[in-house]
C-alpha cells in the first residue's frame, strides 16, 4: 500500500485509467460519434429521403404486404423516426420462421415508393460498437466494456482525490510546457465536463446492468426470458383459428394507438398471423420520449379492438429505463444534442490525454529513453495505434462507404473491415516507426482521410459541399465541414508534433510539480 | 432562446469566478482587489450560475433543463478558461489604440 491516502488514489488513478484506457477511447469516441448516428446514417444512404412515415408511404406499405406478404406468418413494419437515416422497412416471413428469415421490401418514408440503398450498416455501426465491439462474441465484448467502464468510475473518483488542484487550477491551460501541458489538458477537459462525465459512465453501467447482475434475475426468475416476459410484456398470443378474416387498414389501426395513449408514434410493427381471424398486432412507440413508455399497444387488426396496454413499470424499471434514456440522449432537441456530442468529445480528450501524460512523465525518468522497457514501449505504440488509428479508421469507413462498388457481395461488411484495415495497419505502422514519427505520421494520416471524404463525396455523388450549399441542403454542409474541421485539427496536432522543441520549458515553481501525480 | 439566455448567465457567471481568483487578478489586473470585493465577486458568480440553473429549468423543463444546464457549463467554463489561455494576446490587442 501506498504510504497516504492521495498517494494511493494516485496509483489507483494510474492504473485502473492506463489499462483499460485505450478500450475507453474506443467507446467514447465511438460513443461520441453515435450522438449523431442517424445523421452520418443519412449521410451515409444518400438515396434516401429523410422525414417520419407519411399516411401515404404507410398505405404504400400496407398494399405491399397484402400483394405480397399474403399467407405469410407474419408482417413487421420497421418506421424511422424524424432524424431518418433508415429506410421505411417492411418485410414477412413464412409461418415457423424466425423474424428476419423472410423477404424484405424498404420504401421512401415520404412518397412510399420502393428504394434501394447502399448497403450499409450506417451510423448504427459505430454506435453497436461502443459496446459490442467488433469480430468478437457480442457478450466478450460487453464484458469486456463492463471491465472499462467499471475502472471508468474508479478512475473518475480516485482522479479527484489525485488532481486535488482541480479547483484551484480550474482555469488553467498552459501550452508549450511539456508534461504541464498535457496535465492541464487532462485536468481541463475533466473538470469542466465531470457532471456529464460521472453521469455518462454510470448509465452506461446502467445499461450493461444485467451483464454485470445478472443474479438480480437469476434470484427471483427462472430465466432471463421470463423475467423479460413479466418486465416488458409484449401482449397477448397470436392463435390461428383457420377462419380467414379481413384486415383493418394500418393507417386506422394506427389511429386506433394514438387514441389509447395520446401522442403516440409509432417506431416497430409486427403482426401475427395475418389474415386469420386471431391475428394480433403489436406497436411500439419510438424511444425518443424521456422517460417515456416503451412497451406495445396491442390492438386485434380485425376488429380494431385494444386487447392490450403496457402497465405502468414499476419503480425500479422506471428509473433504469430514464438512465438509459439519459445515456442515449434520444430525447434532445438539437441544441441539447450538440452539448451531448461535445461533452462526449471532451471524455474522448481526456482519455487520449490521459494516456499520453502515462508516458510523457515515465519518458523523462527512463534510463535510456531511445530504449525503453517493453511495457514503455508497448504503451507508447497503443497510444499512437489508438488515438491516431481510430479516427483514421472511422474516415476510412466513411470513405469506403462512397467508394466500394454497390454492387459488392457482403458491401456493408467491407465499410467495416476497411475501417478496421486501415486502423490495424495504422498500429503496425506505430509499432515499426520511431515513436515521434508515428505520431507525426499517423496524425497526418487522420487528416488526410478525414479531408478526403468531402472530395470523394463530392466525386462520388451529386451532394458535394457546393451542390449541398446551392440546395440548402443542410445536414450534408454540415458533415463536410465537419470532416474539413477534423482534418485541420489532426492536421494542426501533426504539425505540433513536428515543430515541437526537443526539451520542454523548465518548471516554473516546484508548487506545480510537487503535485504532478498521473 | 433560454439556452442562449442560459448561456449568457453562465459565461457571466464564470468570468465573476475567473476574476474573483487571486492569481488571474494578478494575471489580469496587475493587483490583487480587495478581499471584499472578490469575496462579492465570488456570491455573484455563483448566483449567477444558480440562477442559469433556474431559468434553464423553468424554461425547459426540470430534466431536460437540468442537463442542457450542465452542458452550458461546460460550454461557458471553456470559454473563460480559452480567455485565461490567450490573455496576453487579449490585452495586446486592447493595448492598441
Known amino acids: 500500500m501506498k504510504s497516504t491516502f492521495r498517494q494511493s488514489m494516485a496509483w489507483l488513478h494510474t492504473w485502473t485509467g492506463l489499462l483499460p484506457g485505450w478500450v475507453l477511447f474506443v467507446i467514447f469516441l465511438f460513443g461520441t460519434s453515435a450522438y449523431y448516428q442517424q445523421e452520418i446514417s443519412r449521410w451515409m444512404r444518400p438515396e434516401i429521403a429523410t422525414g417520419a412515415v407519411t399516411p401515404r408511404a404507410l398505405d404504400a406499405a400496407d398494399a405491399v404486404l397484402r400483394e405480397r406478404g399474403a399467407g405469410a406468418g407474419s408482417w413487421t413494419l420497421s418506421l424511422p423516426d424524424g432524424r431518418g437515416g433508415d429506410a421505411f422497412t417492411v418485410s414477412w416471413a413464412k409461418p415457423g420462421d424466425r423474424r428476419g428469415d423472410g423477404a424484405e421490401v424498404l420504401l421512401d418514408s415520404r412518397t412510399g415508393a420502393q428504394v434501394e440503398p447502399r448497403d450499409t450498416r450506417g451510423g448504427f455501426f459505430l454506435y453497436r460498437m461502443h459496446f459490442d465491439l467488433h469480430y468478437m462474441p457480442v457478450m466478450w465484448a460487453r464484458y469486456l466494456v463492463s471491465i472499462a467502464a467499471l475502472a471508468m468510475l474508479v478512475a473518475i473518483v480516485s482522479g479527484v482525490v489525485t488532481h486535488k488542484k482541480i479547483f484551484a487550477d480550474f482555469f488553467m491551460l498552459r501550452f508549450g510546457k511539456g508534461q504541464r501541458s498535457w496535465l492541464d489538458a487532462h485536468n481541463v477537459t475533466a473538470v469542466l465536463a465531470l457532471p456529464f462525465l460521472t453521469m455518462i459512465t454510470y448509465t452506461g453501467l446502467v445499461t450493461l446492468l444485467f451483464t454485470l447482475m445478472p443474479w438480480a434475475i437469476s434470484a427471483s426468475f427462472p430465466s432471463q426470458e421470463a423475467y423479460y416476459a413479466a418486465a416488458f410484456p409484449t401482449g397477448p398470443e397470436a392463435s390461428v383459428t383457420g377462419d380467414p378474416a379481413p384486415m383493418m387498414p394500418l393507417k386506422d389501426l394506427f389511429a386506433r394507438a394514438a387514441e389509447a395513449r395520446p401522442g403516440f408514434r409509432a417506431s416497430f410493427v409486427t403482426v401475427n398471423n395475418p389474415g386469420d381471424a386471431g391475428a394480433t398486432l403489436a406497436i411500439y412507440p419510438q424511444v425518443d420520449a424521456f422517460g417515456g413508455p416503451r412497451g406495445p399497444v396491442n390492438i386485434s387488426p380485425v376488429t380494431g379492438q385494444l386487447l392490450a396496454v403496457p402497465p405502468i413499470p414499476g419503480a425500479a424499471t422506471l428509473t433504469q429505463s430514464t438512465m438509459i434514456d439519459l445515456h442515449a440522449g434520444r430525447f434532445s432537441g438539437w441544441e441539447l444534442r450538440a452539448l451531448y456530442f461535445m461533452s462526449g468529445v471532451f471524455g474522448t480528450v481526456m482519455v487520449a490525454t490521459g494516456l499520453v501524460l502515462w508516458t510523457v512523465k515515465r519518458r523523462a525518468r527512463l534510463p535510456d529513453p531511445a530504449r525503453p522497457h517493453f511495457g514503455f514501449w508497448l504503451a507508447e505504440r497503443l497510444n499512437v495505434g489508438v488515438i491516431a488509428g481510430t479516427p483514421a479508421g472511422i474516415a476510412a469507413y466513411f470513405l469506403a462507404n462512397r467508394l466500394l462498388p454497390l454492387q459488392l457481395e457482403h458491401r456493408a461488411d467491407w465499410e467495416i473491415n476497411w475501417l478496421f484495415i486501415v486502423w490495424g495497419g495504422l498500429l503496425a505502422w506505430g509499432m515499426a516507426r520511431p515513436a515521434r514519427r508515428a505520431w507525426i505520421e499517423g496524425l497526418a494520416s487522420c487528416a488526410v482521410l478525414f479531408a478526403l471524404v468531402p472530395v470523394v463525396n463530392a466525386l462520388t455523388t451529386s451532394r458535394g459541399l457546393i451542390a449541398s450549399l446551392v440546395n440548402g441542403d443542410t445536414l450534408f454542409v454540415v458533415f463536410d465541414l465537419t470532416m474539413l474541421a477534423l482534418a485541420a485539427v489532426f492536421a494542426f496536432a501533426s504539425w505540433r508534433v513536428l515543430t515541437r522543441r526537443a526539451q520542454p520549458a523548465p518548471r516554473r515553481k516546484s508548487r506545480e510539480s510537487s503535485e504532478a501525480f498521473a | ?97
Open chain 2, 1 to 97: 432562446m433560454i439556452h442562449v439566455f442560459t448561456l449568457a448567465l453562465c459565461l457571466a457567471g464564470f468570468g465573476l469566478l475567473l476574476m474573483a481568483m487571486g492569481r488571474h487578478q494578478q494575471d489580469w489586473l496587475r493587483r490583487k482587489l480587495p478581499a471584499a470585493t472578490t469575496r462579492k465577486m465570488r456570491r455573484g458568480g455563483f448566483a449567477l450560475l444558480a440562477l442559469a440553473f433556474f431559468a434553464c429549468g423553468s424554461g425547459l423543463g426540470w430534466a431536460y433543463g437540468t442537463l442542457a444546464w450542465c452542458g452550458w457549463l461546460t460550454v461557458s467554463a471553456l470559454a473563460a478558461v480559452t480567455a485565461n489561455t490567450n490573455r496576453e494576446r487579449i490585452q495586446r490587442l486592447k493595448a492598441k489604440p
